[in-house]
């Protein structure tokens, strides 16, 4: 194997050295005895109502930005647990032993109330289907849906009702 000479035509350059920061003397006094008055400055002081990239008065300023807030759904403060309970079985599909589970779509508006009630997946029996709205159109509260500039709006609730027969 052949031995590599180093080559005489590149010159070393010379490593910048570290010059470590210096500390003020150990008498520095930090604390100001005069300090600086509003009065002092040149500047006019205007309220940050605006928000620009001059403040001092080129004419380049925007409207402020406005906070963005995450959309959310309708929340129930009530519920859902207690919004239908065996007490509100119908006496007839009790006696003719009618259960059945469902699915429903609450219309819930800006004020939190429900505004109307869609069964999504029937139960089969027009009875527990309509008992089941009436019920929880009634009792059914929530905080309401918000936008993405957190003002109350309509939204939309969906849930799901088991009727079963209580056992004795």
């Known amino acids: 194997m052949d031995r590599v000479e180093p080559d005489d035509t590149v010159t070393p350059q010379p490593v910048d050295q570290y010059i470590p920061p210096v500390s003020p003397p150990v008498d520095f006094d930090f604390k100001r005895s005069d300090p600086v ?73 800006a004020n939190g109330r429900v505004q109307q009630c869609r069964i999504t997946s029937s139960t089969g029996y027009d009875i527990l289907d309509r008992t089941t709205c009436d019920v929880i159109e009634r009792r059914a509260r929530f905080e309401p849906a918000t936008d993405s500039s957190g003002n109350a709006v309509f939204g939309t609730f969906r849930g799901k009702v088991s009727w079963l027969i209580p056992e004795d």
């Open 37 to 109: 008055q509003l009065a002092d400055l040149d500047i006019p002081i205007r309220p940050l109502d605006r928000v620009g990239t001059d403040m001092l008065g080129s004419g380049n300023i925007t409207d402020p930005v406005q906070p963005i807030y995450r959309p959310t759904d309708p929340v129930p403060t009530n519920g859902p647990q207690g919004w239908v309970s065996t007490n509100d079985y119908p006496r007839r599909a009790l006696t003719r032993g009618w259960e059945g589970d469902l699915t429903y779509a609450l219309d819930v508006g």
